[in-house]
């Protein structure tokens, strides 16, 4: 049963507008949410996190939203460069869990065309 | 800066092999995790350990087993390799868990093809 689902696996954005991506999860349980993106070839590099306490957190040009009662949260990016084009993956966790595992969702590939 | 290196970056091998997937990480992290990344099923954990010769199962353990015997290294070893282990292999380690921001480190990964 997968907790943590994207369900785009693809998103195609012009350079200088915004990306959207979407993550939805099913553990009520869940308090803290993760961005990490990865390039071919690379590991993935975390990006932004948001706690449960939290509906927004921003990083430059990274805003996570985070919608407890649709149990939804989203990563925009704004202005989208060329550089973003990267596959994404939406993670989440319950702080004081032993071990510091994270569900991860299934990724979403965005490309960013100049 | 925290580094995490994997062994190998590409590996060939035969169906029945024993293949051993180094990882080491130079920031003293209690934690460390097995992930195999497959198209439309994203990160899915195999193992992880949260101390030295500790280890606990993750979501798809089977075919697979791991040896930690020093902190800084946490190795996946595949008894018997198949077809259907034919993935990228990404190994990644954290600061113990609770208040810690439980970011997650990863090394390059290893793309693995089993013939």
């Known amino acids: 049963d997968q907790q943590v689902k994207q369900n785009s696996p693809s998103l195609s954005v012009q350079e200088g507008r915004i990306s959207i991506l979407n993550c939805d999860y099913t553990?009520?349980?869940?308090?803290?949410f993760l961005w990490y993106k990865k390039y071919p070839a690379e590991g993935p590099t975390f990006l932004i996190s948001?706690?449960?306490?939290?509906d927004k957190n921003e990083d430059g040009r990274f805003t996570v939203f985070l919608n407890k009662s649709a149990k939804h949260l989203s990563l925009h990016i704004v202005p989208s460069q060329p550089g973003d084009s990267a596959v994404y993956f939406c993670?989440?966790?319950?702080?004081?869990?032993?071990?510091?595992?994270?569900?991860f969702g299934q990724g979403t590939e965005l490309s960013v065309k100049p | 800066d925290v580094k995490v290196t994997q062994s190998s970056r590409y590996l060939v091998k035969r169906t029945g092999e024993k293949v051993f997937l180094e990882c080491v990480q130079d920031?003293?992290?209690?934690?460390m995790f097995w992930y195999r990344q497959d198209p439309g099923l994203g990160l899915r954990l195999i193992y992880f350990s949260y101390d030295v010769k500790m280890k606990e199962k993750g979501d798809i353990p089977e075919g697979y087993s791991v040896s930690r015997e020093k902190k800084e290294r946490f190795s996946l070893i595949l008894e018997s390799a198949s077809t259907n282990q034919t993935s990228m292999y990404l190994c990644?380690?954290?600061?113990?868990?609770?208040?810690?921001?439980?970011?997650?480190?990863f090394g390059p990964g290893t793309r693995l093809t089993v013939l």
């Open positions: 553990n009520s349980m869940f308090d803290y």
């Open positions: 920031m003293d992290h209690e934690n």
């Open positions: 993670a989440a966790t319950t702080r004081y869990n032993q071990g510091g595992k994270l569900i």
């Open positions: 948001i706690s449960s306490i939290k």
């Open positions: 990644a380690s954290t600061e113990i868990g609770g208040l810690s921001t439980d970011t997650q480190y």
